[in-house]
């Protein structure tokens, strides 16, 4: 089976910082795109931030712009999202998901992209 494992989700106060990793089962991770999605209350899932397989460029949602930061360790076939400055509409459950291509120089934020995923951790921004 071919499937992505989230982790580093938990509770943490406003202003706090939490690391996301996203580890593979069953594939390596250098010909896929990664990305990050997730899933708020009342809200749709939304895509969060991507990366590229060779690293060199991302994609991050307006909101989390200058706080978040995708990177990817492809020896170590894992994916993570440093979270910074969180705030409690942050919170909500997060995902990691892969879109195989080996050749992209871009990646995208539109979830239907993507055929493999996570089941999710939880992250709870929260005083």
């Known amino acids: 089976q071919l499937s992505l494992v989230e982790s580093g989700g938990g509770l943490v106060q406003p202003g706090g910082s939490l690391r996301l990793s996203c580890a593979t089962t069953?594939?390596?991770?250098?010909?896929?795109?990664i990305g990050w999605f997730r899933q708020v209350p009342g809200k749709e899932r939304e895509g969060v931030s991507c990366?590229?397989?060779?690293?060199?460029?991302?994609n991050y949602a307006h909101d989390v712009k200058g706080r978040f930061t995708i990177s990817r360790d492809n020896a170590k076939n894992m994916v993570y999202l440093q979270m910074s400055s969180l705030k409690p509409e942050d919170t909500g459950v997060y995902y990691c998901?892969?879109?195989?291509?080996?050749?992209?120089?871009?990646?995208?934020?539109?979830?239907?992209?993507?055929?493999?995923w996570g089941q999710g951790t939880q992250v709870t921004v929260s005083s």
């Open positions: 998901a892969a879109d195989w291509s080996p050749d992209s120089n871009m990646c995208t934020l539109a979830q239907g992209q993507y055929h493999i």
């Open positions: 069953g594939f390596t991770l250098d010909d896929f795109d």
């Open positions: 990366i590229i397989p060779s690293g060199d460029f991302a």
